[in-house]
T-cell receptor, first 112, second 114 residues
């Protein structure tokens, strides 16, 4: 039972354009969502998070949008840079619980 | 650099053997989490320790065990290893436990069981 889904295994975007990564979840008890970036041979690096009481959070080039009614969140990267090429994981947490539930990841490639 | 350290970076061993993976959390963090990432899989939660005590358990096999020591470093012990245990093992840490906290990940240990 995959509670967090990233349906696009890969995404290719031109440098300077917007990258939009999507994530869907099924458990309405999730109240905290995070995005991580992962380079090969490295651990996941925290990017940005959002609480379920918000619908948008912004940090520099990164913005996360949360649509609770649709159980959907997205990560926008503007403008996209070559260094953004990595695998992006969406993760979610149930209030009071300890573990993060991860999606399968989306490989983002930024083309020059 | 997240501040979480893991050793060793790579480990190659044979089926039936036992290995120990080590993790040091960020300075001041009391919680340590262990995750497994197998080929083509997302990260799967194994177990969490908070200030020396087991706090939560996930999909951890009985052959696997962990502990957190008084200096807050943690070890994950994998025994009677099977080919399917080959994976990346990540440790993460956070300041407390259970709240809306970010978990910061170490670089991982790549385990290959031959």
């Amino acid at each position: 039972d995959q509670q967090v889904k990233q349906n696009s295994p890969s995404l290719s975007v031109q440098e300077g354009r917007i990258s939009i990564l999507n994530c869907d979840y099924t458990n309405s008890m999730f109240d905290y969502f995070l995005w991580y970036k992962k380079y090969p041979a490295e651990g996941p690096t925290f990017l940005i998070s959002i609480s379920s009481i918000k619908d948008k959070n912004e940090d520099g080039r990164f913005t996360v949008f949360l649509n609770k009614s649709a159980k959907h969140l997205s990560l926008h990267i503007v403008p996209s840079q070559p260094g953004d090429s990595a695998v992006y994981f969406c993760a979610a947490k149930i209030q009071g619980a300890q573990k993060l539930v991860f999606g399968q990841g989306t490989r983002l490639t930024i083309n020059p | 650099d997240s501040g979480v350290t893991q050793t060793p970076k790579h480990l190659i061993t044979a089926t039936g053997q036992r290995v120990t993976l080590r993790c040091s959390p960020r300075s001041g963090d009391l919680s340590v989490y262990w995750y497994q990432q197998s080929l083509d899989q997302g990260l799967q939660f194994l177990i969490q320790y908070y200030n020396g005590e087991e706090r939560a358990k996930g999909n951890i096999l009985e052959r696997f065990s962990a502990q957190q020591f008084p200096d807050l470093h943690s070890e994950l012990n994998l025994s009677s290893l099977e080919l399917g245990d080959s994976a990346l093992y990540f440790c993460a840490s956070s300041p407390q436990s259970g709240g809306q906290e970010t978990q910061y990940f170490g670089p991982g240990t790549r385990l290959l069981v031959l």
